[in-house]
């Protein structure tokens, strides 16, 4: 049964694989013609919030595009962008605007972490919608992420998770944590990636924590791990959507050339470096024991 399972994934991913060039090419022509946000909810608000940088703005208007078609509006859109990056848009991205997009420029550059840290300051009662701005997502991003909500409301929901990993009484290497199958089945032990979309619950999350600028700076390229040693703190569990939207996500392979994924995860392993400071510091292993 498990070797059906695993070539029924391969054959779902290398039909995805295929796809992905013709999925690209369409939202590049993709003319959005009516707006992408609603001004009306029954319960919090929803707000996507994402950060860039100039590189990347050659391709941002597919992610952005792909988060104003979906079938459940948010009641926001915002790009927080740094300063030095905003004077440099480009009018595919500023045209966006009249479809729901809200621009905001910040002075400080924390650089992945603007996505969420703005947000929950300032949106304390709205659901948080967290992304990165190198993939084209499902246009059911926000219906799967609201779904599992409601059913799991003080969770952590994501679209993508990895599966943290002990061996022999330690925290194994990042690369051997394995992304995650176990869906609706919240866990400590499960690692919110921020390109499959994040939800956070409002007044969840210790906002004050998650946004102390000192403890950003130190940690400024690993805003996942960030975000999940304050979780792990709080004692808030990670949970996984029940409907697969990873299969509808598409990576925009230019985008992710010029991000931290290479750093974090390749021959410089940051993520290992920088988890085990917040091991250090924070005690993580102790606080997770017995929760395997």
Not at 103 to 120: G, N
Not at 170 to 182: D, H, M, Q, T
Not at 202 to 213: E, G, I, Q, S, W
Request: hydrophobic share 35%; glycine share 6%; with cysteine.
């Amino acid at each position: 049964m498990k070797y059906i399972k695993k070539i029924k994934n391969y054959l779902l991913w290398k039909a995805h694989a295929i796809k992905s060039p013709f999925k690209i090419a369409y939202f590049k022509k993709l003319k959005i013609e009516k707006r992408g946000i609603s001004e009306k909810r029954n319960g919090n608000n929803i707000i996507i919030s994402l950060t860039s940088y100039t590189g990347r703005f050659s391709t941002l208007d597919l992610c952005i595009k792909s988060l104003l078609v979906q079938t459940i509006k948010p009641n926001k859109v915002i790009l927080y962008l740094a300063e030095k990056d905003s004077k440099k848009i480009p009018s595919d991205i500023l045209s966006l605007q009249q479809y729901g997009l809200e621009i905001r420029t910040v002075s400080e550059d924390y650089r992945p972490h603007k996505k969420y840290m703005y947000a929950m300051e300032e949106f304390t009662d709205s659901l948080i919608i967290t992304v990165d701005d190198d993939a084209i997502y499902s246009n059911n991003l926000v219906k799967a992420l609201l779904d599992t909500h409601r059913k799991y409301p003080n969770a952590v929901v994501t679209g993508r998770a990895r599966e943290i990993k002990i061996t022999n009484g330690i925290f194994s290497p990042y690369n051997e944590w394995k992304l995650s199958g176990k869906r609706e089945e919240p866990s400590m032990m499960m690692l919110a990636t921020g390109v499959g979309g994040i939800l956070y619950p409002p007044k969840l999350l210790d906002v004050d924590m998650a946004t102390n600028r000192e403890y950003i700076e130190k940690y400024i390229d690993v805003d996942d791990l960030w975000l999940k040693n304050v979780e792990i703190l709080s004692n808030i569990p990670t949970v996984l959507c029940g409907l697969n939207i990873d299969i509808g996500r598409y990576d925009i392979p230019s985008a992710q050339k010029r991000g931290l994924f290479v750093k974090n995860t390749g021959i410089e392993n940051n993520n290992d470096k920088k988890w085990n400071e917040l091991n250090k510091e924070f005690k993580l292993f102790n606080k997770l024991k017995g929760k395997v």
